[in-house]
């Protein structure tokens, strides 16, 4: 049987938050069968719970912040993807501020945080969502799509207007059953242009933000000392945001997802969609790895300590 994984034990980081700038301690725990995964404010009385879902999402400006009785907590897409990719169905996440720190602008710390302590079955089945018919949604220009497909999918279409994607053209597609999430994805970090800078900082966001954490160009280039990791690496991110905004549906979806320049915020309207939309899905279990989409066999192989 396929089933349900935790972290074998508790492991914690700190950093500052990318859009608050605020200093906050992260700590990922193990957590029982079918609890999901739980966000924890630490610092507020009586350590309010927030479940990681999409109908929980309040605001997708540059990130995606979740909420539940007046407790926040932003900027959790990378944490999120780094559970999907390494297949952590249930974890508590305990923070004590309003936002995941950013750490290098990637999800591969996370990705190190669980490995370091590796994880655990449990005795439960994973349930995933399997996609049995097409739904789109859109925003103007934007589109998100889902198809049914024997595994997971995620493509890309976008065109930025600055010499530095010149050369790493309009799309990028990630078959998670032939690429490596942890070297392929959750290396790319996130980006930004100094020209926004300014105006972002007006608004509370981006206080955080710096060469070490995030890509940065100016008009005409990449400032970063040590360039890109991938030479589509802006592409690749975009895909590690919706890997784990896609997570917020609650479990691993059997399906493809096309993003045209598609963001946080259509990333949620279409997951949400989906939910809502029971026709195009079904619930699905697998009795051994045997039957399991080639898709999702890596994460459990890639769960180990790293040392």
């Not at 938050?17 to 906050?24: D, F, I, M, S, Y």
């Not at 404010?41 to 929980?56: C, E, M, N, Q």
């Not at 780094?82 to 750490?103: M, Q, R, T």
């Not at 549906?249 to 997951?271: D, M, R, T």
């Amino acid at each position: 049987m396929v089933k349900q994984r935790t972290l074998k034990n508790s492991v914690q980081t700190t950093g500052v938050g990318l859009h608050t700038g605020v200093k906050v301690t992260l700590q990922l725990r193990p957590a029982p069968v079918d609890t999901g995964i739980v966000f924890v404010r630490s610092d507020l009385p009586g350590a309010p719970t927030i479940p990681a879902l999409a109908h929980y999402v309040t605001d997708t400006r540059l990130s995606t912040l979740i909420e539940h009785q007046g407790a926040k907590v932003s900027t959790i897409e990378h944490l999120m993807s780094a559970f999907s990719g390494l297949g952590v169905d249930n974890a508590f996440v305990d923070i004590s501020g309003p936002e995941v720190p950013i750490l290098d602008g990637s999800a591969t710390p996370f990705v190190y945080l669980m490995q370091s302590v590796g994880l655990v079955e449990q005795p439960a089945l994973k349930r995933f969502i399997r996609l049995l018919a097409p739904l789109e949604v859109s925003q103007g220009e934007k589109r998100a799509r889902f198809d049914p497909f024997p595994g997971f999918r995620v493509t890309y279409e976008g065109r930025f207007e600055h010499p530095a994607f010149d050369k790493m053209g309009s799309a990028v597609t990630v078959d998670f059953a032939t690429t490596s999430f942890t070297r392929e994805v959750a290396r790319a970090r996130t980006f930004g242009f100094t020209q926004d800078v300014e105006r972002l900082r007006a608004q509370g966001l981006a206080l955080g933000g710096s060469l070490e954490n995030a890509i940065v160009m100016d008009e005409f280039r990449v400032l970063n000392s040590d360039g890109l990791r991938f030479a589509d690496e802006f592409l690749r991110h975009k895909i590690l945001d919706a890997v784990g905004d896609l997570y917020l549906l609650g479990h691993p979806l059997v399906g493809s997802f096309l993003g045209h320049q598609s963001g946080h915020a259509l990333n949620n309207v279409a997951a949400r969609t989906l939910l809502e939309t029971p026709a195009v899905w079904t619930w699905e279990t697998f009795e051994g790895p045997a039957s399991l989409p080639t898709t999702f066999i890596e994460p459990l192989a890639q769960a180990q300590p790293a040392f």
